[in-house]
C-alpha cells in the first residue's frame, strides 16, 4: 500500500470514528468491512478490504441491490480483541446492519457477542476458530473453513507424509494459533504419534533462540507452528542460523509474503495449510483480471472469501426482498448462493458446509506451490 | 525429554548472555535517570524503539548506497542511530520533563507515559504500523562440539553484540568515574540541591543523562535490527518492561546494578525456556525479581536510600 493509499485509508477510518460516514448517503447499504488495517497483521487485512471493495464496487456496477447502492465502511480492528468490541460498538452505533469480518479469531469472537444481541448479521471471511460458531449464535457466519477441518489436514498430512521422528508444536497462545495447534496436536496423537514438546511463546516475541536450543538438543525433524507469521518468521530465521535444519509447517495465519521477507532463505520449504487458490479457478478468470487490472493481488487466502461474504449478503437483499438483517440471516441458511469461491452453503451453524484447505510449499521468493 | 548435555548449557549460556546484553544497555537508561532525578523514564522503552528503525533505516540506505563492508556499516550505523536518538532523547526531557521540575513525583511520571504513546503513535504515523524488516548483514558463526551430535553455534553476530555491550558501558563507566561531567553526574546522584548551591548547573547534567541513556538505547536498537532483523512501533513496549525489571532487579540507580541485572534477566528467560517451558520464562523473570526484592529491597547491588525524605 503507498503513501497517498494509507493516508486516504486513514483518513476513511477517521471520518468513520467521527461518525461523518453516517451523513455522507444516506439512501446506500452500508457494509461495515472490519478487520486490521494497521498492526502487525495488516497484510490479511488488505485481503480483505480489496476483496470486498471489489465486491461492492462490481455490484455497484451492475446496478446495486434493489435500486440501491451497496457501500463499503472500512474499520480497523488492529486484531486486537479490545479494539474490536470498540468498533462492533461503533458499528451499532452507526446502525449499520451488515458486517463483513472480523478478521482474526480472538477479535472475531468478543464482537460477535455483540453483533448476535443487536441483530446485526456478521460474516467472516478469515477466523477460523470453531468456538465462533459454537456458541449457538443466529447472526454469525463465515466463507471459510475452520481449524477443526484444517488442523485435521495438516496432522494427517504430518502423520502419514513426513512421519516425523521427533515432532514439536509450538503456539502463540492466542485463540487462533493455540486453538489449531491444538487441533493438529489432536489428529497426529490418534495416529500414534506424540510430540516431544508443546509449548507456547509469546505474541510479540522476538528472541527464540533458547527455545530452539532445546529442540535442536532433543533432536526435532519437524516443528508445527501455530499462529501468525511474524514470530515463526523469526523463528525459521534464527533456527537456520543456530543449523537446527528441522522442516516447519503452519496454517493460514503464516502465509503470506512477509514470512519471507522476514525469514528471507529461511522460508523455503515451509508447509502451509491455506484455502485452495481460487484464484487459479478458471470460472474466476474475468474476476482475477479485475484485481490485477487494478494491480492488486487477487492469490491471498481471504481475498474471494471476502468478496463472497459481500456478494452473499447482496444476493440475500435480492433475494428475500428485505434488509431485515435478522431474516436475511434465516435466508441465507437456507440458501445457496454462487460465488468465487464456489456454490456456498451454510450448516445451521453458520459454517460453511463445505471447504476445503490445501497444502502449499512456499518459497523464498514468496510464491507458493501445491504439493502433490 | 532426553538429559542434561553441558554443550546444551553453554548454548543456553551464550544465548541468554545475548538477550542480557540488551537489556542492560536499556535499563541503563532507566537506572541513570532514576539515579539523578528520582523518576522512572516510561518514554524510555520508546526511544529504544526509535533507535531501532533509526538503525534499520540507516542499514538499509547504506546498502543502496553501495556500503558494503560490515565495520563501515555498523559504525555509520551506531554514529546516525546515537546522533538521532540523543536529539531524541534530549527534546524529549527538555519538552515533557524540564518544565515539570519541582512538581510532586507523580506529575513527570504520568508526562512520561504521555510520551510514551506519543511517540509509539508518532513513528506509527510516520513509518507505518506494519513490521518492518531486513536480511542480516553479518551472517556465520563459529561451531563447536561433535559432527554427528548436538553442536555449539557462537553467532558473529552474538560476539559483537556482547563485545559493544562490553566497549559502551566500560566507556560509560571511566566516563562517569573519571570525567568532569561525570563527577558533576555523580554528586547530583548524591544531593542535587546541594550541586546546585555548589554552581554545578543540574539541569545541563540531567540532560547529559538523557543523552547518554538514549545513546545507549540507541545502540540496544542497532544491535537488535541487525540480530532480529524486525522492528515494529510497538517494540519498545515489551523491552523496556523487561529493562526496566532488569535495573530495578540490579538496584535501581546503579549502574553496574543494570548491566548485572540484564544479564541476570536474559540468563532466566534462557534456562526457563530451556528447561521448564517456554511458557513459564516471563514467569520465572518475574518471580526471581520478587524474590530478590524481598530479599534485598534494594535489588542486587543498589544502595539503601533512606536519607532522601
Known amino acids: 500500500m503507498n503513501t497517498f493509499s494509507r493516508h486516504a485509508l486513514s483518513a476513511a477510518v477517521g471520518a468513520v470514528i467521527l461518525g461523518l460516514g453516517g451523513l455522507a448517503h444516506a439512501d446506500t447499504i452500508k457494509i461495515a468491512v472490519a478487520g486490521p488495517i494497521t498492526g502487525p497483521v495488516a497484510q490479511y487485512g488488505d485481503m480483505q478490504m480489496s476483496g470486498a471493495k471489489m465486491a461492492v464496487e462490481q455490484i455497484n456496477a451492475k446496478g446495486g441491490v434493489n435500486g440501491k447502492k451497496l457501500e463499503a465502511v472500512l474499520i480497523d480492528d488492529v486484531c486486537e480483541p479490545k479494539q474490536a468490541v470498540a468498533i462492533a460498538n461503533q458499528i451499532v452505533n452507526q446502525k449499520i446492519k451488515y458486517v463483513v469480518g472480523h478478521l482474526c479469531s480472538g477479535s472475531t469472537q468478543p464482537a460477535s457477542k455483540l453483533y448476535e444481541e443487536e441483530g446485526i448479521l456478521m460474516i467472516t471471511p478469515a477466523a477460523t476458530n470453531p468456538a465462533i460458531t459454537q456458541q449457538g449464535y443466529k447472526m454469525v457466519f463465515r466463507t471459510i473453513g475452520t481449524d477443526d477441518q484444517q488442523g485435521p489436514t495438516a496432522g494427517k498430512y504430518i502423520a502419514e507424509k513426513i512421519k516425523p521422528k521427533k515432532l514439536a508444536i509450538i503456539h502463540d497462545k492466542q485463540q487462533y494459533g493455540e486453538g489449531i495447534a491444538k487441533e493438529v496436536d489432536k489428529t497426529v496423537k490418534a495416529a500414534g504419534i506424540t510430540p516431544v514438546l508443546f509449548e507456547g511463546v509469546n505474541k510479540g516475541q522476538t528472541d527464540f533462540s533458547a527455545l530452539i536450543t532445546k529442540m535442536k538438543k532433543d533432536g526435532v525433524d519437524f516443528v508445527y507452528y501455530g499462529g501468525y507469521h511474524p514470530e515463526l518468521g523469526l523463528l525459521l530465521r534464527q533456527s537456520r542460523e543456530q543449523g537446527f535444519d528441522a522442516k516447519y509447517m503452519g496454517p493460514e495465519g503464516v502465509g503470506n509474503k512477509d514470512i519471507s521477507a522476514i525469514a528471507g532463505p529461511a522460508s523455503e520449504g515451509l508447509l502451509v495449510t491455506l484455502p485452495a487458490d481460487f484464484s487459479t479457478d478458471p470460472a474466476n478468470a474475468g474476476l482475477v483480471k479485475a484485481f490485477q487490472d487494478k494491480k492488486q493481488d487477487p492469490t491471498g487466502p481471504f481475498v474471494m472469501p471476502a468478496y463472497a461474504a459481500v456478494q452473499i449478503v447482496a444476493d440475500a437483499i435480492k433475494g428475500a426482498k428485505t434488509e431485515d438483517a435478522v431474516k436475511l440471516a434465516d435466508y441465507i441458511r437456507k440458501n445457496s448462493f454462487q460465488t468465487p469461491i464456489g456454490k456456498v452453503a451454510f450448516k445451521n451453524n453458520g459454517d460453511l458446509k463445505e471447504f476445503e484447505f490445501v497444502i502449499f510449499t512456499w518459497h523464498a521468493d514468496a510464491t507458493k506451490t501445491p504439493v502433490k | ?309
Request: charged share 10%.
Open chain 2, 1 to 309: 525429554m532426553s538429559g542434561f548435555s553441558l554443550l546444551e548449557f553453554i548454548q543456553q549460556i551464550i544465548n541468554g548472555l545475548t538477550l542480557g546484553s540488551i537489556y542492560a544497555l536499556i535499563a541503563i537508561g532507566y537506572t541513570m535517570v532514576y539515579g539523578i532525578i528520582g523518576m522512572i523514564n516510561f518514554a524510555h522503552g520508546e526511544i529504544y524503539m526509535i533507535g531501532a528503525y533509526v538503525g534499520l533505516l540507516a542499514i538499509t540506505a547504506l546498502g543502496l548506497f553501495g556500503v558494503d563492508s560490515i565495520s563501515a556499516i555498523l559504525l555509520a550505523t551506531l554514529a546516525i542511530s546515537i546522533l538521532v536518538t540523543g536529539s531524541y532523547g534530549w527534546t524529549v526531557e527538555r519538552l515533557a520533563y524540564r518544565p515539570l521540575r519541582g512538581s510532586p513525583r507523580l506529575v513527570p511520571l504520568i508526562s512520561a507515559i504521555g510520551v510514551s504513546i506519543f511517540l509509539q503513535n508518532y513513528v506509527q504515523l510516520g513509518q507505518g504500523a506494519r513490521d518492518v524488516s531486513m536480511q542480516p548483514v553479518l551472517t556465520g558463526g563459529w561451531r563447536f562440539g561433535p559432527d554427528d551430535g548436538f553442536q555449539v553455534y557462537l553467532s558473529y553476530m552474538q560476539v559483537l553484540i556482547a563485545a559493544i555491550t562490553v566497549a559502551f558501558m566500560t566507556g560509560l563507566t571511566l566516563f562517569i568515574a573519571r570525567s568532569r561531567m561525570g563527577r558533576a553526574c555523580r554528586a547530583c546522584s548524591e544531593d542535587r540541591a546541594m550541586a546546585n548551591l555548589l554552581g554545578i548547573d543540574t539541569d545541563r547534567v540531567i540532560a547529559l543523562t538523557f543523552v547518554l541513556g538514549a545513546t545507549l538505547a540507541a545502540v540496544a536498537g542497532v544491535l537488535v535490527s541487525m540480530y532480529y532483523g524486525l522492528v515494529n512501533p510497538f517494540i519498545g513496549f515489551i523491552a523496556g518492561l523487561k529493562a526496566f525489571t532488569a535495573a530495578v532487579l540490579g538496584g535501581i540507580g546503579s549502574i553496574p546494578g543494570a548491566m548485572l541485572g540484564g544479564v541476570v534477566l536474559g540468563l532466566a528467560e534462557s534456562f526457563a525456556s530451556a528447561y521448564l517451558q517456554t511458557e513459564y520464562k516471563d514467569v520465572v523473570a518475574f518471580a526471581l525479581l520478587i524474590l530478590v526484592l524481598l530479599i534485598r529491597p534494594t535489588g542486587l547491588l543498589g544502595r539503601p536510600d533512606v536519607e532522601k525524605v
